[in-house]
């Protein structure tokens, strides 16, 4: 017998291998949008490591393979930071998530 566990995008999507986990989803008859986070964001200043505080976001968009005959779009957001030290300004970055899914999704995969 087998031992289901409760259903999982970051599983179903190999997205915990990208750097990313699944915060909302928005499904139409032929098109999934999972809207992610980057996990292994380091929100310390680059400058002077102090705490960063999160100034804005913005989305970038990747192509996933699609499941069966639905397409799937990543929304990846993408956060940016403000050090409140030295004013310092970043933004993550989504390069993990771009190289992975190369090398585990294969070339057709790219950003919108
Ligand atoms: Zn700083």
Redesign the pocket.
């Known amino acids: 017998m087998h031992n289901f566990t409760p259903p999982c995008l970051d599983t179903t999507l190999r997205l915990d291998e990208l750097g990313l986990t699944a915060i909302g989803q928005h499904h139409t008859s032929r098109h999934l949008t999972v809207l992610c986070l980057i996990t292994d964001g380091n929100a310390d200043?680059p400058?002077?490591?102090?705490p960063?505080r999160v100034r804005s976001t913005r989305i970038r968009r990747l192509v996933h393979p699609p499941i069966g005959l639905t397409a799937v779009t990543l929304a990846i957001r993408i956060r940016t930071y403000a050090?409140l030290?030295?004013?310092?300004r970043w933004s993550q970055s989504p390069s993990k998530a771009w190289w992975a899914a190369r090398s585990f999704l294969g070339p057709h995969v790219c950003g919108l």
């Not at 400058?47 to 102090?50: I, M, R, S, V, Y």
């Not at 030290?85 to 310092?88: E, K, L, Q, T």
């Open positions: 200043c400058e002077c490591q102090a960063g050090c030290s030295c004013d310092r």
